[in-house]
């Protein structure tokens, strides 16, 4: 089969070259629509009964993750020039297209008490931008005395004050964002600038869109970065700054392609995906040393341009296939999951891994054929004294020092499985931040003075209507409320039906403050009855009716909003677990619906899916990999020996994630899918030259082992070196996420590639005798043992005047 591919690729290279130039211009067509991604990712599956909980809630609350909050720490905040500055950028913001509303010390409501109609009224505090400091002074004593909003949108204490800024749940998704949330930042910026005072800025909003903003960047920097490490490595191998173009032109159309498949497949770019085209870059380089090595290889060997093209196409065309789809499983994996983002990431990444194996079987040899024959100093490394006194000491490891070789393995492997028993699951929202980042930064600062700015929402469903204001239901909510401030500090100031009632009774009481307190029995009766329902709004301002936003039209079902700190995926279980307990016991199932949701709890609950998913994935590339090396070697005990040193490298990687307190989360597990498909790539190289010289020098084990290490030595060491070096350019994010990748797969393709240069070959020449010879001659998969041709391709002349037809 590779004779008549070989045949194709290099008579017909400018049919070839055509095709690839019309596919090019079609990926780039496709690519102009590609987009970022603003969307929090979906993590659970659409039949999971906590994921539905949480769009019933939002079909009868809204959206609970679409306010961005700014607060200041201003000692002089009540003087007229700050507060004035202050009005001017509300009223500025509030402005702004997309934004809903703004609620801030300029910009709240009061309850006050109309006894002309027996209801409440709802009141601006600041109804006109103040001009005289007596003003200011009045709306701070006013503000003193509203109890409802302090801790949630002040804090006259601490001089702390909030800017709760509502988005547009259809803008929040949109690339106008990015726009919107530069200009909040803007006008904020100017008043801390002005009064050099502590501004901080949060909110899902707001994290969302910077983290965007972060990947975008990233996007561009990785490919730069992985253009450069791929640029040093290929010219300090080859010397040939041809060789080098060759390289990086296969690769580089392997990122229009990646771009144009997102677009034909309509997948926005998101922080996984947004790696994809440096990690085709590092991957397709790897191909091109295997291929331009072997073809260095074989011209030094026999002088004949067109002879060597040939025959790395015919010799590792089977194994590049292979390695390229055991990398490509690694991804295709993820494709299982339940997670949208990481479909997407698996979809893409495995089929671009595909189409680069085709791109470089096709234009590394045509490429070549345009070029003059190599000169000596382009073999110069393939005998470098280096290299060579290298896999001379190792073959000396391996005949001499077997026994010495198992015994470290066994303890590198016992080391590793006491590590695992160390490692810990994570679930933070914000968790693949930097400590340093200002987002974090800004995070802890909420998270200090007001409780946190993740959503955790408690629904309660009465199953009766106009349950909700029974004040014997008020009460219960009341004691859960109470319940939650004693025992748990992460959480901020609620909402619900609870504090608007406290409010009402204080502004029953003509606004003072000791009365923001529940109810008693004889008082709730015409204390609720000044609420105005829907049937009452007469003005503007009445249309702004907070309990709308807290209880459903029936009055049966209502919620009590809290923000909560970013707490982990363990911490929020046990969290869950002794709320339910509580709340069980107040709040009977036979007569109350109670769920806990929210962006908080669902999030949490997705990254729990999501690393059971993981799990999944991994041992599912393990077992198809598996199946794979099954095609080269029908013999279980070789397909164990073959897979044995790449699972220990990942046991040591995971050991080590114990020992450094390194968390399992998604960012990290998905290393061990990806590094076990590119780890096995030099297993299977090895493997194939192996067979090569197992039926060249008639099964002699040993020495067929021996010959394939100094054989493919060289190239896996070079691979080593682009691969560790490709993937430590990762470390520079600003993600730890993606650092952790970085740092994960590199460890792990260096312990992978000790293991497949040493342990593996320790393995079959120690158990050589026991080695079927039947798994060598009748494998499910040919390699390179097909008539080779060059008895109709030794004439470069032919082939060029047949490509010009």
Known sequence: MWQLIASVILRKKWYVLSTVAGLILIMLFFS??????????????????????YLDFKEKFGEDGTVMVIGVTDTNFFTLSHFQDWYDINQKIKQLSGVEEVVSPTRIINLTKNDSIKKFSFIKVVAKRPESQQEVDSIKRELQKINFYKGLIYNLDKHLYLMAITINKKRIS????????????????????KYRVETHISGLPYIRTAQTEKIKNELFLFI???????????????????SVMASLIVVGISVVFTIGLMGIFGFKITILTGIVPSLLIIIGIENCIFLLNRYLSEYDSHKNKVKALARIIQRIGTATFLTNLTTAVGFATFILSSSQILKEFGIVASINIMIEFLLSITLIPIILSFLPEPKERHTKHLKSHKTNFILNAIEIIIVKYKKWVFAFFVALLIMGIWGMTLMHTSGKMVDDLKKSDPILQDLSYFEANIGGIMPFEISIDTKKKNGVMQLKNIKKMNLLQE?????????????????LVKFAKQAYYNGNPEKYTMPKDDEATFILSYIPGKEDVNDSIAQKNPLHAFVDSA?????????????????????????????????????????????SVVYTKGTEYLIVNLLQSVFLAIFIISLIMGMLFTSIRMIAITVLPNLISLIVVAGLMGYFNIPIKPSTIIVFSIALGIAVDNAIHFLTRYRFELRTHNYDVKLAVLNSLHGNGISMLSSLLVLVLGFSIFIFSDFGGTQAMGI?????????????????????????????????DKPLLEMFDEPEIETDMDDENEVNNNSNL
């Open 174 to 193: 949109d690339k106008s964002r990015v726009f919107l949330v530069d200009s909040i930042d803007n006008y904020v910026k100017q008043y801390t600038q």
């Open 483 to 499: 319940h939650i401030a004693q025992n748990y500090s992460i959480f901020s100031k609620p909402i619900s039906i609870v504090e």
């Open 744 to 776: 994960l797969v590199t460890l792990t393709l260096l312990f992978s590639m000790f293991c497949n240069i040493i342990l593996l070959p320790t393995l079959i020449y120690s158990f050589s005798d026991s080695l079927s010879k039947k798994s060598i």
């Open 224 to 242: 730069i970065l992985s253009i450069i490490v791929a640029f040093f490595v290929l010219i300090g191998l080859f010397r040939s700054f041809r």
């Open 32 to 53: 102009k629509n590609v987009q970022m991604s603003y969307e929090l990712a979906q993590m659970l599956p659409k039949s999971d009964s906590t994921f539905k909980q």
């Open 555 to 599: 009055k049966k079902i209502t919620r009590i909003s809290y923000q909560m700190k970013d707490i982990g995926l363990k911490e929020m279980n046990n969290l869950k677990t002794e709320l339910s307990s509580y709340i069980d016991s107040l709040f009977p199932k036979e007569k109350y619906n109670v769920v806990l949701t929210g962006n």
